[in-house]
RNA sequence: GGACAGUUAGCUCAGUGGUAGAGCAUCGCCUUCACACGGCGGGGGUCACAGGUUCAAGCCCUGUACUGUCCA
């Protein structure tokens, strides 16, 4: 054995042999144990929250494998339909190759085909250097043949059920990835914005007095986006606004459309906000549909799938392209027809085809210079708004249009602030808003109008009239109550508000998708438009007796990914088919994940799996937190702080971790930033710390669901913890004769058998393992790994190796054959149950050591993993072994202290005096002179009387029994006085404390018995002390 | 605006009623025959703030402040 822990060829050696010795798969027998991986998706490599999460897992499961279960561990891979779009669109991008676009559907999907195999590869070859033990035989993929099978099934079941249905229906669409999502996909960013506030006038010549009693022939609404109201179909107040409450049933003109459109009164308007008045634009905004549809307001869409101001086309070219479009797999086709081809003409030509952002500088820019109306009222003095009023909408990003040339010439004028009023203009002011953007592509979204295919989720009756219960009853309710029953568990509990929130406010589930990879939604069309329903044209058709001439086509999109991820746990398994894996391993026992996708997956299989199993898909969801970087931010790609868990494992340089940081960004303007921050965090890049280290760090970091600063000099302090361990291991190999000290040599056969006696040390050791073993299953159970890897490391760090080890050397070297044998079958037979303990944790360096430790402790087995997890004997627990040795370390202490302070060199052996010891202190120095002497390096011990006089001598308390070493003229008086002086303090005042408590009737009177006994004990101890130390300071003083 | 977390040593975090703990960092001594990726010792906290409950509060209750996350 080598001095220094090595860990990559142990690691490369076992990974290997653990695969190929059939280790990982479940034993067939015991009581099942099944995790269902969480599948990473195949946009690359795993990153730091994996590996951190896989720790998890993998412990759990060899834990359990090793306790007797029929464990599995079930991995596999997600599809990840948008994700994985965009990174093979964006390598095709990078690569200079044709895009998606010129590709057509079926070549781009061998690209993403060819780049799955890859991103599986190296995930699986990732999850194989973790040591994970999963069962590779049973890998699945969600578009596997099989699973893709499930996928449709369960769509199909759903949708037989009236649990599914296709509409019409405002949903959010991303104008750059060009499809729906769902509202889970949004994200909903506070941006700075404007509110502008612009005249409308009213028809038909009405005015009003308004209540600063001037007469108004317009009103004033106000927005956020002023290039929506070119879909203006209403303005809406509050039915009892005083103010506009007499406006209500009359029209205004819309600006620059030259529209009539109605004033209606509805409770939606906020009073407060704004100028009370509202636009509303059906197409474009949630509530203003919701609105409309309460109204009966036209829906009028200005926009074409980009986001673009639907463009000046004559009817036929647009009849032409949307059939084209709907030929060539374009899904929305026919809706854009139908509603762009009626509303185009009603867009005045100067706006059509601009994008969204520049149509609105546009229109603001025109109503400032529309004076038509600027002398409709009577009484105009408000001041202008102060200045701050600017004209620019606002902040943009990158995927916006950037300031166009429209512009330019107004920009080089440098005008000055303008002033408002101005034109229909009413005023501008700065005003914070939610901005919606899709969680991908970071694009400002739109409420786009189109047919999407929906889950319901939020009726009690049918959909479509038949008896039944609807998607509430159906689907939700169930989810709901899975939780509430208990029959699922969240850890930690305060995830379930969480989860019920969620689902008591949920909406109906749109899982179509405009794109191209994932699976195809399996309904077909007929020339009239009309939708069949199936698991493949040949079951529509004799379905529905359509004769073969019958030409149909099949819906041109695929499924949302989590539309295929939520039966995971029970079509990996074999749903539908009802196989002896799926009655065996469902439901599984714990889902390991984050809380960041507690909505979007685990909510959609407990709803999945209690619709079409009647059971819950895992009895335990154990949260986890986030792994952050070492400021606390999250860790992603585009702010450079990402961390490939194999670069901690194997090391990495400085130069090697920037230019891995700032290649490939989708900014490289950011570069120089990101490369300051990884040369401020990784001053001297990364040491390579090996798998177990970085395993152990996550167990450690596992605080209870909190997310995880990761800290790289952590896991060095575990790795140094390896070495630790490695080098205790050496150190018993040694003793027992089964290591050559020299050459570091193996040497077999050695035998330990013969007649043995147990040490003091040996029981104490052997009680306290008992004690840990305990510990170690409730911390599994709980799963508080934190405590766990804290309860091994102490362990193994502060017991065995810092007191047992030392205290065997004696006996080791001593000359006592019986209690030399007892020595060395503790120190082999602790350090083998620890390192099974330590072994779900740690695989690699425990299976290395065991090979060689395993059978010096009898066991036979060829592999650790398969060992029994240790269990505890609450017989071998020896409190009067613990309370020696207890003993033994307080004088040890005191030894200790006297030398660092006194600065003794270590080497030097020191005689020692005892005073005032009890008998049992006495007792125990007489048993124990061996290991204190050579532990403390003393030269001599020797008891006083209470009769004899003690020289100069610096001191150390153990109870009320003085340890004095002689200092023989050189001890400094200053400064053991000091020290004297300092213990006095703390004492004096903690007993000054205690007293007071006691002295308290109130203490007396109303605490328990036991505790006010303890108390009075204790005072009485430290009066003692007290005393003792006043003597020494006494005698010191008097030198 | 609502909900949920968090606030303990320089840093990262344990600690659910009985005198504050760990790792890392720091300071001092030591290349002692398993380990310098080591050994030994030291220093360092009025547990965010204000009330309350209790014989007793870091811990329970109420409120405040700040931070973070989620949902509107």
């Known amino acids: 054995m080598d001095k220094t822990f090595d860990p990559k060829p142990i690691e490369a050696r076992w990974c290997q042999d653990w695969e190929a010795g059939g280790c990982y798969q479940p034993s067939g027998s015991g009581t099942p144990y099944a995790i269902m991986i969480p599948p990473p998706n195949v946009t690359g490599t795993l990153h730091m929250g994996h590996a951190f999460q896989h720790t998890v897992m993998d412990a759990l499961t060899r834990y359990h494998r090793m306790s007797g279960f029929d464990t599995l561990w079930q991995p596999g891979t997600d599809h990840a339909g948008i994700a994985t779009q965009m990174v093979v669109e964006r390598n095709l991008k990078l690569a200079g190759e044709p895009s998606r676009a010129e590709l057509g559907r079926e070549k781009f999907l061998d690209k993403v085909w ?29 578009m596997d043949p099989a699973y893709s099978k499930a996928v449709v099934e369960h769509f199909v079941r759903l949708h037989e059920d009236g649990l599914i249905y296709r509409g019409k229906r405002l949903v959010n669409w991303d104008p750059v990835l060009q499809t729906a999502i769902s509202d889970l996909e949004v994200v909903q960013e506070e941006e700075n914005g404007k509110l502008w506030h612009f005249r ?37 107040v509050h039915p009892e606004d005083e103010r506009y409450k007499h406006l209500v049933g009359k029209q205004v003109l819309l600006p620059l459309c030259n529209r009539l459109i109605p004033i209606v009164a509805d409770d939606y308007v906020d009073r407060e906000f704004g100028t009370g008045c509202v636009k509303i634009t059906p197409a474009h905004d949630f509530n203003d549909y919701q609105l409309g549809q309460r109204h009966k307001l036209p829906v009028f869409n200005i926009f074409t799938r980009t986001a673009h101001v639907i463009g000046t086309v004559t009817d036929e070219e647009w009849t032409q392209a949307a059939d084209k479009n709907a030929e060539a797999a374009d899904g929305i086709g026919a809706i854009a027809r139908e509603a762009t081809a009626l509303n185009w003409r009603a867009i005045p030509e100067k706006y059509r085809g601009l994008d969204r952002i520049v149509a609105r500088k546009q229109i603001v820019a025109d109503l400032e210079a529309d004076t038509a109306y600027t002398n409709c009222h009577s009484g105009e003095s408000r001041n202008p708004e102060p200045a701050g009023a600017v004209l620019d909408p606002g902040v943009r990003r990158d ?102 929130h969620w689902l008591n406010n949920i909406q109906d589930w749109c899982i179509s ?57 029970m079509a990996t398994l074999g749903w539908p088919d009802n196989t002896e894996a799926l009655k065996k391993y469902y439901p599984s026992s714990v889902l390991v994940t984050g809380f960041d996708i507690i909505f979007f997956w685990v909510a959609r299989m407990v709803m999945m799996g209690q619709y079409f199993m009647n059971d819950v898909p895992f009895k335990d969801v154990f949260i986890t937190g986030l792994v952050r970087d070492p400021e606390g931010n999250k860790m992603s790609k585009s702010k450079g702080n990402v961390l490939d868990p194999l670069d901690v494992v194997d090391g990495i340089t400085l130069d090697a971790l920037v230019a891995k940081r700032t290649t ?95 040490s003091t040390a040996d029981r104490w050791i052997i009680s306290k393992l008992q004690r840990l073993e305990a510990e170690a299953a409730q911390h599994f159970a709980d799963y508080r790994f934190d405590l766990l890897a804290a309860s091994l490391y102490q362990f193994i760090w502060n017991e065995y190796c810092d007191w047992y080890l030392e205290l065997t050397k004696p006996v080791m070297q001593g000359s006592d054959e019986a209690a030399k044998r007892g020595a060395r079958r503790t120190v082999v037979r602790v350090l083998e149950v620890s390192l099974r303990l330590l072994h779900p944790i740690m695989p690699f360096i425990t299976e290395e050591i065991w090979q060689r430790v395993g059978p010096l402790a009898g066991k036979t087995g060829k592999t650790i993993m398969l060992e029994p997890y240790p269990v505890a004997n609450p017989e071998r627990i020896d409190e009067a072994a613990e309370a020696d040795v207890e003993w033994l370390k307080g004088f040890m202490l005191g030894v200790r202290q006297i030398r660092g302070e006194m600065d003794i060199p270590p080497g030097k052996p020191v005689p020692v005096l005892i ?45 009320s029994m003085k340890i004095l070493v002689p200092m023989a003229g050189l001890i400094d008086k200053a400064a053991e006085l000091a020290r004297l002086a300092k213990l006095k303090a703390k004492l004096e005042n903690d007993l000054k404390m205690n007293e007071a408590r006691l002295a308290s009737d109130k203490f007396v009177n109303g605490a328990p018995a036991a505790v006010i006994d303890k108390e009075r004990a204790r005072v009485a101890q430290q009066k003692a002390e007290l005393a003792t130390l006043a003597e020494q300071e006494a005698r010191i003083s008097a030198l």
């Open 399 to 500: 995927d916006e249009v950037a300031e166009g040339s429209a512009n330019a010439a107004a920009s080089s004028a440098k005008p000055a602030k303008p002033a408002y009023p101005r034109g229909l203009v009413d005023k501008i002011i700065d005003h914070k808003l939610k901005v919606p953007r899709g969680d991908r592509s970071g694009a400002v979204l739109e409420p786009y109008l189109t047919d999407q295919w929906f889950v319901d989720l939020t009726r009690e009756t049918r959909h479509d009239g038949q008896p039944g219960n609807g998607g509430l009853l159906a689907i939700t309710k169930p989810a709901i109550d899975a939780v509430e029953s208990g029959r699922i568990r969240f850890v930690p509990d305060n995830w379930k508000t969480t989860y019920f």
């Open 513 to 569: 998708r405009q794109l191209w990879w994932g699976h195809r939604i399996p309904a077909w069309y007929d020339a009239e438009g009309k939708v069949y329903v199936g698991r493949d044209e040949a079951e529509v058709r004799a379905k529905h007796g359509l004769a073969a001439g019958v030409s149909l086509k099949q819906d041109e999109d695929v499924f949302d990914t989590w539309f295929s991820s939520d039966i995971w746990p």
């Open 915 to 959: 005073q005032n010891a009890s008998e049992a202190d006495a007792e125990r120095i007489a048993r124990f002179t061996d290991s204190v002497s050579f532990l403390a390096r003393l030269e001599s011990i020797r008891v006083l009387a209470a009769s004899d006089e003690a020289p100069q001598s610096a001191t150390a308390l153990l109870g």
């Open 114 to 142: 060819e780049w799955k195999k890859y991103s599986a590869g190296t995930i699986g070859q990732q999850i194989r250097r973790m040591g994970s033990s999963v069962d590779w035989t049973r890998e699945a993929f969600t």
């Open 664 to 758: 490939g960004l989708m900014n490289p303007a950011t570069a120089p930033k990101i490369e300051g921050k990884t040369r401020k965090d990784y001053p001297k890049g990364i040491e390579p710390v090996g798998v177990d280290a970085l395993r152990f760090t996550f167990a450690a970091l596992a605080t209870n669901g909190r997310d995880v600063r990761f800290d790289a000099a952590r896991a060095e302090g575990y790795r140094n913890f390896c070495n630790k361990i490695w080098n205790a291991s050496r150190f018993v190999l040694m003793n027992v004769g089964a290591l050559d000290p020299e050459t570091g040599a193996e040497l077999p056969g050695v035998s330990l058998d013969g007649e043995a006696t147990l």
């Open 200 to 236: 409308y006038p009213l028809a038909d010549g009405a005015t009003y007095t308004d209540s600063e009693g001037r007469t108004l022939n317009y009103i004033v609404v106000a927005t956020t986006r002023p290039e929506t109201m070119l879909g203006d179909t209403a303005v809406a």
